[in-house]
């Protein structure tokens, strides 16, 4: 079955960098993409981009642009998405989810979600 | 960047009722929408795809309807498990979501 499988928690301060990875199974792993999510305490969801695990081709939210990276590992069939320069704002559960379909180049939704992982910034 | 907007924000519905949750975008993004539901603790789950394709596994009370920017989703008859949050998701433009629709027992 179809399982993608994040890292553990995280604490980090203000300005820091915080990497979360996101390791797919039950799939052939380059035949999708990858998309972030991620949840502010009590808040709604927010997107914030997505990556292709067979090129690496990747889409930011503009929101995102130059704080986030996303990449993958072919080798590992993994996903890993970076934000730097953490703020308190970006306290928040952070969701990987199968996305892109490669091979038929469609998006039917994110119709697997990662378990979450929370990452709290605080000094 | 394309705002997507769900009204109303808390719907209360009885069990055994029909609820009507309403999303909007802000400019056309033709049949590249989705409808996730969650509940507390949980992550979000896929409910719709391509505006009115139901997802594997979801059951028929749930469908959607609508086009260019003025989106469905409809619960035909509510049962215990479906009160949650319901999110809509834009895709034809990078990705955006609604802000949720609270669907909560009367």
């Known amino acids: 079955q179809v399982q993608l499988e994040q890292s553990g928690a995280e604490v980090k301060k203000p300005g820091a960098s915080v990497k979360v990875s996101c390791k797919a199974s039950?799939?052939?792993?380059?035949?999708?993409?990858i998309s972030w999510v991620r949840q502010a305490p009590g808040q709604g969801l927010e997107w914030m981009g997505w990556?292709?695990?067979?090129?690496?081709?990747?889409d930011y939210a503009q929101k995102f642009q130059g704080r986030v990276t996303m990449t993958t590992d072919t080798s590992t069939d993994t996903v890993y998405m970076e934000l730097r320069s953490l703020t308190s704002d970006d306290t928040a559960i952070y969701y990987c989810?199968?996305?892109?379909?490669?091979?038929?180049?469609?998006?039917?939704?994110?119709?697997?979600w990662g378990q979450g992982t929370l990452v709290t910034v605080s000094s | 960047e394309i705002v997507m907007t769900q009204s109303p924000a808390t719907l209360s519905v009885s069990p055994g009722e029909r609820a009507t949750l309403s999303c909007r975008a802000s400019q056309s993004i033709r049949s590249n929408l989705a409808w996730y539901q969650q509940k507390p603790g949980q992550a979000p789950r896929l409910l719709i795809y391509?505006?009115?394709t139901r997802a594997t596994g979801i059951p028929a009370r749930f469908s959607g309807s609508g086009s260019v920017t003025e989106f469905t989703l409809t619960i035909s008859s509510l049962q215990s498990e479906d009160f949650a949050v319901y999110y809509c998701?834009?895709?034809?433009?990078?990705?955006?979501f609604g802000q949720g629709t609270a669907v909560e027992i009367k």
């Open positions: 990556i292709i695990a067979y090129n690496g081709n990747r």
């Open positions: 989810g199968r996305y892109y379909d490669f091979l038929s180049a469609s998006i039917r939704g994110i119709d697997y």
């Open positions: 998701h834009q895709y034809n433009n990078g990705g955006t």
């Open positions: 391509g505006v009115s």
């Open positions: 039950g799939y052939t792993f380059t035949s999708y993409g």
